[in-house]
């Protein structure tokens, strides 16, 4: 045997004793800790093993959900006006080409100042629509102190800028002064142009695109 054959059998010995080594005391510090996921290291090996287990026992993630409109903030205004939009609204997978089949809530308030007088009303979710990060939804008031609004279907449109940029909020009775004046009937996802800023720093919207389904040619 040459020299040059004894060095590189001895390098590979000392490479695979030192991997041996780590391997082992990685193992000796997990047992001795107790908690794989507070370590990142540890938590990804034990999320890929999980991983791995879930493709061999025939385990398939859930599938996205179709579009979501999430979040809630307050508007922008130069007036001591304090308005808050808050949304939870989502249409599942299985409803991607039926945006009547939404579910969630909505929740929106208006004060004259922070704490002050005014009126709010929450509602269910019928309908979401999202073109890109563009959603419109609508839903009907359960409750309300605001008379004769109740039962009422209104409309949201919102605008999700991003992270840190100012979202841009629409609202059906936009063009009627008030929730009172909007007419009786609304259909569904219809709303307004979202003309109004988020207030920065008081909150964010989130809206999950919608992956239409294009028609086919026969």
Same mark, same amino acid.
């Given at each position: 045997?040459?020299?040059?054959?004894?060095?590189?059998?001895?390098?590979?010995?000392?490479?695979?004793?030192? #991997?041996?080594?780590?391997?082992?005391?990685?193992?000796?510090?997990?047992?001795?800790?107790?908690?794989?996921?507070?370590?990142?290291?540890?938590?990804? #090996?034990?999320?890929?093993?999980?991983?791995?287990?879930?493709?061999?026992?025939?385990?398939?993630?859930?599938?996205?959900?179709?579009?979501?409109?999430?979040?809630?903030?307050?508007?922008?205004?130069?007036?001591?006006?304090?308005?808050?939009?808050?949304?939870?609204?989502?249409?599942? #997978?299985?409803?991607?080409?039926?945006?009547?089949?939404?579910?969630?809530?909505?929740?929106?308030?208006?004060?004259?100042?922070?704490?002050?007088?005014?009126?709010?009303?929450?509602?269910?979710?019928?309908?979401?629509?999202?073109?890109?990060?563009?959603?419109?939804?609508?839903?009907?008031?359960?409750?309300?102190?605001?008379?004769?609004?109740?039962?009422?279907?209104?409309?949201?449109?919102?605008?999700?800028?991003?992270?840190?940029?100012?979202?841009?909020?629409?609202?059906?009775?936009?063009?009627?002064?008030?929730?009172?004046?909007?007419?009786?009937?609304?259909?569904?996802?219809?709303?307004?142009?979202?003309?109004?800023?988020?207030?920065?720093?008081?909150?964010?919207?989130?809206?999950?695109?919608?992956?239409?389904?294009?028609?086919?040619?026969?």
């Amino acid at each position: 045997m040459t020299r040059t054959t004894i060095t590189r059998n001895h390098t590979r010995a000392l490479a695979v004793g030192a #991997a041996l080594l780590l391997t082992a005391g990685a193992a000796g510090a997990a047992v001795a800790s107790g908690d794989d996921a507070a370590h990142p290291l540890r938590g990804a #090996a034990a999320s890929a093993a999980a991983a791995a287990t879930g493709a061999a026992t025939g385990e398939h993630a859930k599938p996205r959900e179709a579009a979501a409109l999430t979040g809630s903030a307050k508007m922008y205004r130069k007036t001591t006006e304090d308005v808050t939009f808050t949304f939870n609204a989502h249409l599942a #997978a299985e409803n991607n080409n039926d945006p009547s089949k939404a579910t969630g809530t909505f929740h929106f308030v208006h004060l004259d100042k922070p704490g002050g007088k005014g009126g709010w009303a929450k509602g269910r979710i019928d309908c979401l629509m999202t073109g890109g990060k563009v959603a419109t939804a609508t839903g009907v008031i359960d409750e309300t102190n605001l008379p004769g609004i109740k039962d009422k279907r209104v409309g949201f449109t919102v605008d999700d800028k991003g992270k840190g940029r100012q979202d841009r909020v629409g609202y059906s009775w936009a063009a009627y002064g008030g929730t009172q004046g909007q007419p009786d009937t609304l259909a569904k996802c219809a709303s307004s142009a979202p003309y109004e800023k988020v207030r920065k720093g008081t909150g964010d919207f989130d809206v999950l695109p919608w992956k239409f389904d294009y028609p086919t040619g026969h």
